[in-house]
Each structure stands twice: as C-alpha cells, then as structure tokens.
C-alpha cells in the first residue's frame, strides 16, 4: 500500500487502518478526559454537561456522552456539515473509554487542588497529541467541532472565538443546572485546552488546516469500488 493511499483514504485497506488509528487515537484521548475528570477541580465544559447528564438520568457518562455526541451530530447532519466515519467513532469511543477507565479505578480523584491541576494538564496534553493522531487519520473531525465550524460559517461577522464561547457557555450551563462539577479546572480547560493543543500541533510539524477529511460518502465509494474490483 502506498504512503499516499494511506493519507488519502483510496484503498478500503488505508481506510480500514485508518479506522483502526481513530480507534485507538480516541481511546486513549478518553484516558486524558478521564484524567480531567479525575483531577476533582471541575471538569471541561463539554464534561460538565455529561456528568451532568449522567447524574440526572442515573446512566454511565459514557451513555450520557453518546447521547449528546448523537445529538450534536443530527444538528451537523441538519446544517449539512461534511460528515465523516471517525465522527460516529469519536461519539462512541470517547465516552465508553471514560466508562472503561471508571471501571478500572485507573486514577484515583484528585485530593487537592496541588494535585488536581497536575493532573487536570496532563489529561489535556494527552487530549491534544491523541487530536493530532486521530486528525491525521483524514476520516472527519468530531461533531463539537464539526457544529463550531457549522454555526461559526453561518455568522460571518461573529469571530469564530466568540462562537466556541457561546458554546462552552452554553454547555457549561445546561450541565451546572443538571449538577456537572464546575470549578477552577472548567476555566482551566476552557482557556489553556486550546494554547495546549496548538503547543502539541506544533511539537510535531501538524497543520490541522492542511487535512482534507473524507466524507463519509466518499469512504463507501472508495469500499465498494475496491470491492467492485476484486469481483
């Protein structure tokens, strides 16, 4: 398989293995979510709205983070954002690997803000390699960050930093009122996720605005034409 089937998806195989490293890319992405969880300081904003969820209706976060994902991809769908595989396997990989990691007793919660803020940073910069690992893969971005994109092209005179704002905001309180831990590690989260992230693009050379995502589409085209051929 060339290195250029591989990046651009053209083979079922690229795709396939492309899978495989979302997968696992966002497995371990849920460890640093969990970590986050687990430093005891308040979770990320998008986290506050789960375990606030999860705490309301009695279910699993990672039931909980299914649900929303879903919900946040039928609004990508209905705004016809481009939609690709590793969105359906970001809604459910992410979620069920904190529930996997809560099973474990992986880390135990933070006792104090001393130790809570090492290991809120940690979680984040384990958030950010695993985004670039899992964006290589050319599959598609995640449905939060399919929506930003979405609603950020609709209002052109709004700066996209206002619209992931409002949506953090949002997000943060819908999950505060339902009983989502929110503290000094939501504002953390909120404000260093996105310089963290950029640290990380930068360590390893990766510009993110340089990807083109297959549609999902296009990943069944290319499936059934290397089927086709092998017929």
Known sequence: MMKSDLRENRTAGAILLNMLLAAVSLFVNGFGVYLTIQANIGAGP???LNLGVSRTLG???GTASIAISCTILAID??????????????AIVVGKA????????AVPPAGSLLTGIPIMLTGLV?????????????????PRDTLLVGLARRMPRVPIG???IALLSLATLIGWALGGPVGVGTLIDAFCAGPIMQMAFHTVH?????????????????????HSALT
């Open 206 to 226: 990766f510009d993110a605005t340089g990807i083109r995502h297959q549609r999902l589409r296009e990943s069944v085209y290319a499936v059934f034409r290397h």
């Open 46 to 48: 998008w986290d506050v």
């Open 126 to 142: 384990i958030m950010a390699y695993t985004q670039y690992t899992y964006m290589i893969a050319s599959l598609g971005c995640g």
């Open 59 to 61: 279910i699993l976060y």
């Open 98 to 105: 904190v529930d996997f990691f809560n099973l474990i007793h």
């Open 162 to 164: 206002a619209v992931s």
């Open 77 to 90: 769908i209905l705004l016809k954002e481009p939609i690709g595989i590793a969105m359906f396997i970001d």
